[in-house]
């Protein structure tokens, strides 16, 4: 076969390590990666260089269709492929995805909108968990989960989560969870008001980095109880990666101690990757993502 391009001679960088290698290009696809030499009609020698062929950015809030003041998906996607992600994995607070009537409503509403390939996350509502299979067979990419109330989307208590983890782990589905103790949060918040302050240093006192962390110990133990394949959205410190990746940290025992080490997952990316599939028009996918363990902290992002 001949294709019309090939990238020879960077060192590509896959779900499954880094190597030298090719790169081939057939249309507008990703054809091939590999070692051996093909015919191209165009070859460019990247020797010295680093490629990341079909980079996934899991983790994007393009509002769109909600508040497009802030952003919409024309703008996000045309900012992804620039930088070389060729899929996003998006959900929006602003028209959070709870039913599949919303999930199919959206992706028929971004068709022609997206520049890249995407997929479209749901949320998880306490009173809704029932309803997390059809979701899941109508194509969410993965299902986001609130331990606080933020953007208007009720937090789940250790009781709802312990309900949508198992609903969850039964569909071998993937969470990304929000980690804040809605009580540390509140008490913080009804602490700061009292005080009168709108001073910007409020912030880290009201989102403690200590809220997080008694969410992510609850969140870990929970995923460990009932399987759950978890990802701990944006961890802002060290110390909550220490924590997922070491459980004993905490003063407790993982029940997965014979499983291999947990990778980190930066910025939404998990160091492996099914096969993305495809459930509705042509340039909208779902990813639905492996990782090594059961949980893993995603660092570097909001919402």
């Given amino acids: 076969?001949?294709?019309?391009?090939?990238?020879?001679?960077?060192?590509?960088?896959?779900?499954?390590?880094?190597?030298?290698?090719?790169?081939?290009?057939?249309?507008?696809?990703?054809?091939?990666?590999?070692?051996?030499?093909?015919?191209?009609?165009?070859?460019?020698?990247?020797?010295?260089?680093?490629?990341?062929?079909?980079?996934?950015?899991?983790?994007v809030h393009f509002m769109d269709p909600a508040e497009t003041d802030r952003e919409d998906f024309i703008t996000g996607s045309s900012a992804a492929a620039v930088g070389g992600v060729t899929t996003v994995i998006e959900h929006t607070h602003a028209l959070p995805m709870r039913e599949t009537s919303e999930l199919r409503d959206k992706a028929a509403y971004l068709v022609n909108r997206s520049l890249?390939?995407?997929?479209?996350?749901?949320?998880?509502?306490?009173?809704?968990?029932?309803?997390?299979?059809?979701?899941?067979?109508?194509?969410?990419?993965?299902?986001?989960?609130?331990?606080?109330?933020?953007?208007?989307?009720?937090?789940?208590?250790?009781?709802?989560?312990?309900?949508?983890?198992?609903?969850?782990?039964?569909?071998?589905?993937?969470?990304?969870?929000?980690?804040?103790?809605?009580?540390?949060?509140?008490?913080?918040?009804?602490i700061i008001r009292d005080a009168g302050r709108d001073d910007g240093a409020l912030l880290g006192e009201w989102r403690s980095r200590d809220a997080e962390l008694v969410a992510v110990n609850s969140v870990g133990m929970l995923a460990r109880l009932t399987g759950v394949r978890a990802i701990v959205a944006h961890a802002s410190h060290p110390a909550v990666v220490d924590l997922v990746e070491n459980p004993s940290l905490a003063g407790g025992r993982s029940a997965n101690r014979d499983l291999p080490a947990i990778p980190v997952s930066r910025r939404g990316r998990s160091t492996g990757a099914r096969r993305l599939q495809k459930v509705h028009a042509a340039g909208s996918f779902t990813e639905r993502r492996r990782t090594v363990g059961n949980v893993a902290p995603d660092c570097g992002r909001t919402g």
Avoid at 14 to 27: D, F, K, L, Q
Avoid at 38 to 54: M, W, Y
Wanted: one cysteine or more.
């Fill in 116 to 190: 890249v390939d995407f997929g479209l996350a749901a949320h998880v509502w306490p009173d809704r968990i029932e309803g997390l299979p059809a979701l899941w067979r109508a194509g969410a990419s993965y299902f986001k989960v609130f331990t606080c109330t933020t953007h208007g989307v009720p937090g789940l208590t250790n009781a709802g989560l312990d309900r949508a983890f198992r609903a969850i782990a039964g569909l071998d589905a993937l969470t990304l969870v929000h980690c804040e103790d809605e009580s540390m949060t509140a008490a913080a918040e009804a």
């Fill in 1 to 59: 076969m001949a294709y019309d391009l090939a990238i020879h001679g960077a060192v590509v960088v896959t779900p499954n390590g880094r190597r030298e290698a090719s790169v081939y290009i057939a249309g507008k696809q990703i054809a091939e990666v590999t070692t051996d030499r093909h015919e191209a009609s165009r070859e460019i020698d990247a020797t010295g260089l680093v490629l990341l062929p079909g980079l996934i950015d899991g983790h």
